[in-house]
């Protein structure tokens, strides 16, 4: 397939991303981030946000930067009362209480049918609640739809334990088809490519196809097609479910190493040494009822 390049567009989806991390991608990765007033303008760095306990998912606006363009105020994910049934009766969720504050990194932990994949789902707009309320990036889902909604999915990443890669396009293709269908530029797309690969350690498998990687190169195909376009959200569904532990590991490396520079992580995982060795919040799913186990 011929990537033919396209103007970008003024909203790329890239308008939620803090000016912090803008400024430590610029400043780490040399990447460049499009701010809210159009493609390449510098960052803005502002002092990093601290965390606030759990609330009722109000907060005042935050003041804005030396370019005067403000950023969303409040949590990144606020979930009130919600419980989603499916059509054959099977309860996936039950009264949900979350609150995620930007910048955080969360492990959803519970065994198989427990809800897990089924609360990403929600955050992503793949599914809808049955009741209650689901705030992304301040946006309420349920008023999202058509191209309101893909907006949204701009800037969220999602990282599937089955990878879902393109088994003939390279690892490079892979990657890169995110940008091509936002419509950056040939030379955007290659400026953030690049830098992505490197950051997963694949720079030197742009080449190969999915067929020819280990089952952990292929996830970490994954992981650089999710960030590519620099989402302030990741959303990842047992990441690290088909990987022997030493893949596992490297997988988190790669997670925390994102969530470090700004941007908000939400993992599933049965696995309990990688909760048990990682000092990040914990809420357990079971049977569609959550309770923190660790904040």
């Known amino acids: 397939m011929t990537m033919t390049p396209v103007a970008p567009r003024l909203d790329d989806g890239l308008s939620g991303l803090p000016d912090e991390v803008r400024a430590h991608l610029h400043s780490r990765l040399k990447v460049v981030v499009p701010a809210q007033g159009g493609p390449g303008a510098p960052p803005q760095p502002i002092s990093a946000t601290s965390a606030v306990p759990p609330g009722n998912g109000h907060s005042s606006s935050e003041a804005a930067s030396k370019s005067s363009v403000k950023e969303p105020a409040g949590p990144m994910v606020v979930l009130e009362n919600v419980s989603k049934v499916y059509k054959n009766g099977s309860q996936a969720?039950?009264?949900?209480?979350?609150?995620?504050?930007?910048?955080?990194?969360?492990?959803?932990?519970?065994?198989?049918g427990s809800g897990k994949s089924t609360l990403l789902k929600l955050l992503y707009g793949q599914e809808r609640p049955n009741e209650g309320n689901?705030?992304?990036?301040?946006?309420?889902?349920?008023?999202?739809k058509g191209n309101r909604l893909a907006m949204l999915r701009r800037r969220i990443g999602v990282v599937f334990q089955d990878y879902k890669l393109i088994p003939r396009r390279t690892v490079a293709e892979n990657v890169a088809f995110v940008l091509w269908a936002q419509g950056f530029t040939r030379k955007e797309i290659h400026r953030r490519l690049w830098p992505t690969l490197k950051m997963v350690g694949l720079q030197g498998k742009s080449q190969c196809f999915p067929d020819e990687?280990?089952?952990?190169?292929?996830?970490?195909?994954?992981?650089?097609?999710?960030?590519?376009?620099?989402?302030p959200l990741l959303l990842a569904d047992e990441p690290t479910g088909n990987l022997d532990s030493e893949n596992s590991l490297q997988v988190i490396k790669i997670l925390k190493k994102l969530n470090s520079i700004g941007i908000t992580v939400i993992v599933t995982t049965h696995d309990e040494h990688l909760v048990r060795i990682s000092?990040?919040?914990?809420?357990q799913l079971n049977n569609g009822v959550l309770r923190h186990l660790r904040c």
Do not use: K, M, Y
Request: hydrophobic residues 40%.
């Open 279 to 283: 000092n990040h919040p914990v809420v």
């Open 213 to 231: 990687l280990s089952g952990g190169e292929q996830q970490r195909v994954s992981i650089a097609r999710a960030v590519v376009s620099t989402p």
């Open 93 to 112: 969720l039950s009264q949900v209480n979350l609150q995620v504050n930007r910048g955080d990194f969360l492990f959803v932990t519970g065994p198989s």
């Open 134 to 144: 689901i705030l992304v990036n301040t946006e309420r889902l349920d008023r999202l």
